[in-house]
């Protein structure tokens, strides 16, 4: 089978060196390399393709976990309004209450009945002491709270904004993908057109090889006709 093949790789070689001469071999040299250079380009481009769409899907979980971060804030900060909501009604009722006593102390009498208590002027002006001193401190605590709720909106709408960015830019790049995929397939069928292009360098050659064996036929022929008449 060895030998068969090896015959027929020499039967081919020599009838290529008797019709193309001392071209065949550059022929076969170059057939070969631009076989490679095609194989190699057709490779390299799916390659590159199937390597960017794995890079586009792998920004999936990074996605995710700016979702999810952003998801979370989303939920503190509704969290912390619904709190700080609460805090400034109790606020408001701790206000309403000390104006009241001072209202109260403000006509000079020197008891004061609440809910069926009698109480001192003393005692009256004692607790509206106590009551401003807790109001100071929950007003404090309300400006924190505000501050901090600012602050986490502030970093709720920054993580939204990076997030639409990102979103966006993922859309973006497979967008690009399906363009550099489209363009991939009018390239390949351009090639496959090219590719069943006659080679009209090649023509010419044949062309020629005809020409110059006819010319070779005709010197015979002229040959035997002189050979005829002496």
Do not use: W
């Not at 060895?2 to 071999?25: E, I, M, P, R, Y």
């Not at 690009?176 to 351009?190: G, H, N, P, T, W």
């Amino acid at each position: 089978m060895v030998k068969k093949s090896l015959a027929a790789v020499a039967a081919v070689a020599v009838v290529g060196a008797c019709v193309f001469g001392t071209d065949f071999f550059s022929y076969v040299r170059t057939f070969g390399s631009n076989a490679r250079e095609a194989v190699k380009a057709q490779i390299s481009t799916d390659f590159e393709l199937d390597r960017i769409r794995n890079e586009v899907d792998n920004l999936m979980p990074e996605v995710h976990r700016h979702m999810t971060i952003v998801a979370e804030q989303s939920v503190d900060v509704k969290d912390m309004e619904r709190e700080l909501a609460d805090k400034e009604a109790s606020l408001t009722r701790q206000k309403d209450a000390i104006l009241a006593l001072r209202e109260d102390l403000d006509t000079g009498l020197d008891h004061f009945t609440y809910r069926a208590v009698s109480y001192t002027r003393s005692e009256v002006e004692s607790d509206l002491a106590s009551r401003f001193d807790s109001y100071r401190v929950s007003e404090e605590s309300v400006k924190r709270d505000r501050q901090i709720l600012a602050a986490q909106r502030d970093t709720l709408r920054a993580n939204q904004k990076k997030l639409d960015a990102m979103l966006a830019r993922k859309e973006e790049l497979k967008v690009k993908v399906a363009q550099l995929e489209a363009r991939q397939k009018q390239i390949q069928a351009a090639e496959a057109v090219h590719s069943i292009e006659i080679d009209d360098s090649q023509l010419a050659h044949v062309e020629n090889m005809i020409k110059e064996l006819n010319h070779a036929l005709d010197v015979r022929e002229s040959m035997l006709e002189t050979e005829g008449h002496v």
